[in-house]
């Protein structure tokens, strides 16, 4: 951390099992601070690593900021603990195996320094062993096959709907404020996407700066915690959750719910398929969230201001649809 006392950029980076790629994001992540030109700490949260990855690395970063769970929290709990320890008034989510290239912090920050309405903003993720983009500028459409994950290669600055928690800054007093990722997609998915999408509805603006860069190594460690399949179930579970947690208009979210009677057959009839049958039991495991979510809902309504269709037809006619 720089001499200043309170840093204006408080950097989080949850750890599990990371020591093959931990030490090159910290390396390269302080780097980038410097660059900044802000005041900053960076603060590691160790989710119960067993690679001996927080001794060896803490020793070698002693201006680094460690804690540690006492239990495995995922990554949720875990990015909502350390944002609730940080001091800054910018907050950095990045994952640990990341190699954040130098402009990424500042360039990160940047647009909420200069507009106090930008709730987050966006990098850009590339592939460490092919040097293609992995992550861009996300957004969605609506149309008569439902919600649909758009992507765009933007080169400039410029509005989108979700931010990446993997490589994403969010004004901490508001992340605070709508209660941080909701427990309720752990062990983690689309819980970036929810708080973005949340931040929208209140009146908030969200950007995409591709001069936020970082390489990706992607090592999967979702799946090598918690197995292939059960994640893909996870990842449509909390799709469907996401879906459930923010429509508000009533005929959106019909179309969306009219939509699955199809799909799940669809699905029954290949159910030899892995992902066909990991989008039954997500869809099964969505239902069974539907109380946790109704609360979640009632909770929300005190800062939906925007509609559904006012979010949407900012996007219309732009982007690919994501596969």
Request: glycine fraction near 8%.
């Amino acid at each position: 951390m720089t001499a200043e006392s309170i840093p204006s950029v408080s950097i989080v980076i949850p750890n599990w099992n990371g020591l093959a790629f931990l030490g090159r994001c910290l390396s390269a992540t302080m780097m980038s601070a410097q660059a900044s030109g802000a005041s900053w700490e960076i603060i590691v949260i160790d989710d119960c690593s067993t690679d001996g990855a927080p001794m060896q690395l803490s020793k070698e970063y002693p201006n680094i900021r460690w804690e540690f769970n006492d239990i495995n929290l995922g990554f949720d709990a875990t990015v909502n603990k350390g944002a609730s320890l940080a001091k800054g008034k910018y907050l950095v989510l990045l994952n640990n195996d990341l190699i954040p290239q130098e402009p990424l912090i500042g360039e990160l920050v940047r647009p909420m320094m200069e507009n106090e309405n930008v709730f987050g903003v966006s990098g850009k993720t590339i592939d460490w062993d092919n040097h293609e983009p992995n992550h861009l500028n996300m957004f969605a459409a609506f149309g008569d096959n439902g919600f649909q994950l758009m992507y765009e290669d933007s080169e400039n600055c410029c509005p989108t709907m979700f931010v990446q928690g993997g490589c994403g800054a969010f004004h901490r007093e508001h992340f605070l404020r709508f209660g941080g990722f909701w427990n309720g997609f752990a062990p983690g998915y689309w819980e970036d996407y929810d708080i973005s999408c949340l931040a929208m509805k209140s009146g908030l603006t969200n950007l995409y700066n591709p001069k936020a860069q970082a390489y990706h190594f992607g090592q999967g460690s979702m799946n090598r915690a918690h197995g292939s399949e059960r994640i893909l179930a996870v990842r449509e579970r909390n799709r469907l959750s996401f879906l459930w947690l923010n429509l508000t208009s009533r005929k959106l979210l019909d179309k969306e719910l009219s939509l699955l009677p199809g799909r799940i057959a669809k699905s029954l009839v290949r159910y030899s398929d892995v992902r066909k049958r990991s989008y039954i039991k997500g869809a099964l495991q969505a239902f069974g969230l539907r109380k946790s979510i109704q609360t979640e809902r009632q909770r929300r309504q005190a800062f939906w201001r925007i509609s559904d269709e006012e979010i949407f037809r900012r996007f219309v006619g732009r982007g690919t649809p994501s596969a």
